[in-house]
């Protein structure tokens, strides 16, 4: 994991920090060669530029990262802006580099990129990335590897077309630096200082990448982000009301000031967990595993794909019909490369982020609503398989959120499936105690019984991150007609 990280870090920037081969750095007011009469600026770009002028108004000539090839190359994001920030010692904010991010936006307006909408529609992706870096005395530029960062979650977005809003969370498994800093996670949050923006193409919404520690995650995943978000911005040395990320930062908020421990415990005790679904490596198959222990080795190894109880017309695929109409004719050109630093990065989404908190086609898989003709198969038993991070939040999906009768959903980070676990009394569900399994397109529902989630409870307390020398392991629920397997990480 280390090794394929470190990989991408010196692919990009090369082994003395500085750009090659798929960025390059400029001093430039505008994004393209100073000419004579230099072309106009696209209008989408014009007004996140005029933004950023507005908020470092004696900076006119940020140093920016460029991708050397755009509309067709490997990085998402056209430009990263990189900004010298004072602070505000009132607030306790401290200087830092302020990077910003153009391209998951719709810079051009012309359907190159994004799907042509009009001004009252979010533009593009509907949001821009931003990271606040604390500057060390030391520093006379803007340190390059957040740029890397940015990329790696920009190829996420576009390859799942699944957004990042206030409150979701990234699990990373690495120190965003490289460095054997605590900070190896991040939480997402609406940037206080640029908000929201509007643009010839729609509005942009600037969000914040806030790095963290692991307990820090653990607590926006077991509660939820803005809660975890909000308690960041009241502890003096976690970077204040503006959340500048210090990757120096070698204590937790909880070892800061222990007592924020029992807020987050009184959070998930009285409201559960916000966090509604995780992306996920996952599939499913109509097997009937049997054992006579709660767990063991499945008899199928090929992640369902090639069971006999999918035909062709109902095996999940990694197709691309859902994407968005208006996406580049490539849709893989952002693929993640199992090599790229991202290749374990798990993305977690709040429910606070969905305008309507009933479950839907739309809100759990991504795709539009199906049309009338599209079947509904019920299943009479069912495999599940997760990566084992996926499977590590069983239990959490379990208590934060079926125990409230809370929908919770893994989305494939390789193609359309999406797997919802539900109660009885969870609204949009198309399953019910009589038929528990069904698959509706790429839309899978598990109903698990109310008097189960105990006993499931119990059976997966023995899961560990550390604990791979078993794996794959599978859990049964005989009476269910349930099992669900884990697999290790792949490397």
Sequence with gaps: MQESRDQYLSATYGANGLVNGLVNTTMASQPHPNHANPPPLSPGLQALYETCLRAYPTQPNPLQVNALLKLGGPDPLDYISMYANCGDPSINVPPHWHYISFGLSDLHGDGRVHEITGSQTPSG??????????????????????????????????????????????????????????????????????????????????????????????????????????????????????????????????????????????????????????????????????????????????????????????????????????????????????????????????????????????????????????????????????????????????????????HFTFKSIIGDLAITLVTPSVSGSFVSLSERYAIRGPWLQVLIPNDYIDRMLIDLDELSLNDTTDLPKTFHWKDIKLSITLVPEET
């Design 125 to 406: 992706f509907g949001f821009e990335l931003t990271f606040r870096l604390k500057r060390e005395p030391e520093e006379t530029t803007a340190p390059l590897w957040p740029a890397a960062v940015m990329q790696a979650l920009a190829k996420y977005v576009f390859q799942s077309e699944n957004l990042l809003c206030g409150g979701d969370h990234v699990s990373w498994h690495c120190s965003l630096d490289n460095s054997e800093s605590r900070i190896q996670h991040m939480l997402m949050t609406e940037d206080p200082q640029l908000g929201q923006t509007l643009t010839p193409f729609g509005s942009v919404t600037f969000i914040q990448i806030v790095g963290v520690c692991l307990e820090e995650l653990q607590a926006a995943q077991q509660w939820n982000g803005p809660g975890v978000i909000d308690l960041m911005k009241s502890v003096s040395g976690a970077g204040g009301q503006w959340l500048v990320t210090d990757m120096r930062r070698g204590e937790t908020i909880f070892e800061l000031e222990p007592e924020l421990q029992e807020a987050v415990d009184d959070g998930i005790a009285t409201q559960g967990s916000n966090l509604s679904g995780v992306s996920a490596r996952c599939d499913w198959s109509e097997d009937s595993v049997s054992s006579d222990d709660k767990h063991s080795e499945p008899e199928n190894e090929d992640n369902g794909n090639d069971s006999d109880s999918h035909n062709s017309d109902e095996k999940i695929t990694n197709g691309e019909h859902n994407k968005r109409n208006g996406m580049l004719s490539s849709p893989h050109k952002y693929s993640q490369s199992r090599n790229s630093c991202s290749s374990s990065m798990s993305v977690s989404h709040d429910q606070q982020n969905q305008c309507n908190s009933r479950m839907s086609f739309a809100s759990e898989t991504g795709a539009p609503e199906p049309g009338e003709l599209i079947q509904t198969k019920y299943l009479k038993c069912l495999n599940l398989r997760f990566n084992l991070e996926a499977g590590l939040l069983l239990p959490l999906a379990l208590r934060g959120r079926l125990k409230h009768d809370r």
